[in-house]
T-cell receptor, first 114, second 114 residues
Framework: AQSVAQPEDQVNVAEGNPLTVKCTYSVSGNPYLFWYVQYPNRGLQFLLKYITGDNLVKGSYGFEAEFNKSQTSFHLKKPSALVSDSALYFCAVRDPSNDYKLSFGAGTTVTVRA | NAGVTQTPKFRVLKTGQSMTLLCAQDMNHEYMYWYRQDPGMGLRLIHYSVGEGTTAKGEVPDGYNVSRLKKQNFLLGLESAAPSQTSVYFC?????????????FGPGTRLTVL
């Protein structure tokens, strides 16, 4: 069975500082990994995904994520955080052999202070 | 919201009442999903459909029923609502186009069961 863990409920950073949101996964076979962001009272927006290829994936709004197979991690990063990045972030893993269902982490709330 | 709409946006029910949530897409996507979002638990899959006339159970199907009579619409029903079904419900479609294979979400329905 596939699963995702986001070990931090909250991440607080100052504007302009680097932002990292952690994610580890467990899946049989090759993982398909995703990051989504949810702004208050909104739906989930797709940020980026890893399927295969380059371990560093670039996505929307200046975010990137690094796939590390040996550590089974897929951490989300942004070099310089903005106040507008304050939101709830979800990591997800998909099992392509199981009707393409997604399993989500519990989410990490990011607060960027001015 | 990638052409995914949800009706209604908000609803308050009394225990034992029934209701149907509608998810509609304006494209021709085969896969559609219903998730519920609860604090600290991420998103959990309720039911999904891989095409018109097909449905399947997800992670937390009890107390819900679904139908996909038309390809564009995926209905989620609560026959006898319970307070434990108070949640935010999201519909998603799986978009596949070339190298793209990603789930996109609707804006959500906030349901309160008293």
């Amino acid at each position: 069975a596939q699963s995702v863990a986001q070990p931090e409920d909250q991440v607080n950073v100052a504007e302009g500082n680097p932002l990292t949101v952690k994610c580890t996964y467990s899946v049989s076979g090759n993982p398909y990994l995703f990051w989504y962001v949810q702004y208050p009272n909104r739906g989930l927006q797709f940020l980026l995904k890893y399927i295969t290829g380059d371990n560093l994936v670039k996505g929307s709004y200046g975010f990137e994520a690094e796939f590390n197979k040996s550590q089974t991690s897929f951490h989300l990063k942004k070099p310089s955080a903005l106040v507008s990045d304050s939101a709830l972030y979800f990591c997800a893993v998909r099992d392509p052999s199981n009707d393409y269902k997604l399993s989500f982490g519990a989410g990490t709330t990011v607060t960027v202070r001015a | 919201n990638a052409g995914v709409t949800q009706t209604p946006k908000f609803r308050v029910l009394k225990t034992g009442q029934s209701m149907t949530l509608l998810c509609a897409q304006d494209m021709n996507h085969e896969y559609m999903y219903w998730y519920r979002q609860d604090p600290g638990m991420g998103l959990r899959l309720i039911h999904y459909s891989v095409g018109e006339g097909t449905t399947a159970k997800g992670e937390v199907p009890d107390g819900y029923n679904v139908s996909r009579l038309k390809k564009q619409n995926f209905l989620l029903g609560l026959e006898s609502a319970a307070p434990s079904q108070t949640s935010v419900y999201f519909c998603a479609i799986r978009r596949t186009s070339g190298a793209t294979d990603t789930q996109y979400f609707g804006p959500g329905t906030r349901l309160t069961v008293l």
